[in-house]
């Protein structure tokens, strides 16, 4: 399986397409507005009822081109701010697309299926370690615990979905057994509040894998 990019990649890539999104659709409406601004001061220029040089010329067009700029930087920011929600919000819709799949496939095209869904939650597993990782604080840290937690449901309900109950059960007992000093110790270059939950998390990561492989999907 290809290394998937890092997160913080992920929030750059997913907030730079939402403000691009977002310029695509006020692009009409600004350069609307600015052609109505332009024409208004030709107009009163022609008809002497206003005084026009090159320097208020490049003064508004100057306005107009740093509106535009601060308006790009502020979408971008709050983008930045929606977008790990979005991006989970795509995850866990891929995930459920797949797991509805696998309910109406022959035997070979579901066997795909599951394979693509087993990809995507060890995925998404390698997607909360980043997250958890770059957290900058306790309360954004604290804010990713829900995320866990529905990863740890739809990957549990997706090895039930998939036949392997007993594999389900191992799998959602996995991570609630505290970590020991050794499994601690693989986060010893990250902060000490982050790495229990980490010990954890990366327990149930190495559970799925250990079912994937055992499964020979």
């Known amino acids: 399986m290809p290394e998937s990019p890092s997160y913080a990649n992920r929030l750059r890539t997913k907030a730079s397409r939402e403000t691009a999104r977002f310029i695509h659709h006020k692009l009409l409406t600004g350069a609307c507005v600015t052609t109505a601004v332009v024409i208004v001061r030709l107009a009163l220029w022609h008809f002497h009822r206003l005084t026009l040089t090159w320097a208020e010329v490049w003064i508004t067009l100057l306005t107009i081109v740093g509106s535009y700029g601060i308006v790009v930087i502020g979408a971008f920011v709050v983008n930045l701010f929606r977008a790990p929600w979005l991006l989970d919000a795509e995850r866990a819709q891929e995930i459920v697309t797949l797991t509805d799949k696998l ?48 990863w740890v449901g739809d990957t549990v309900a997706a090895l039930q979905e998939a036949g392997f109950e007993t594999d389900a059960v191992g799998f959602s007992h996995s991570g609630t057994k505290p970590p020991s000093p050794a499994q601690i110790a693989e986060f010893s270059h990250l902060p000490a509040w982050k790495r229990y939950q980490l010990a954890q998390l990366s327990a149930y990561r190495q559970e799925l894998k250990e079912i994937v492989k055992r499964r020979t999907f």
């Open 103 to 150: 309910k109406s496939t022959d035997p070979l095209n579901r066997q795909k299926q599951t394979n693509v869904l087993f990809a995507n939650l060890m995925d998404k597993g390698q997607v909360l370690t980043d997250a958890f990782s770059c957290s900058a604080d306790n309360p954004s840290f604290s804010t990713l615990i829900p995320d866990l937690l529905a």
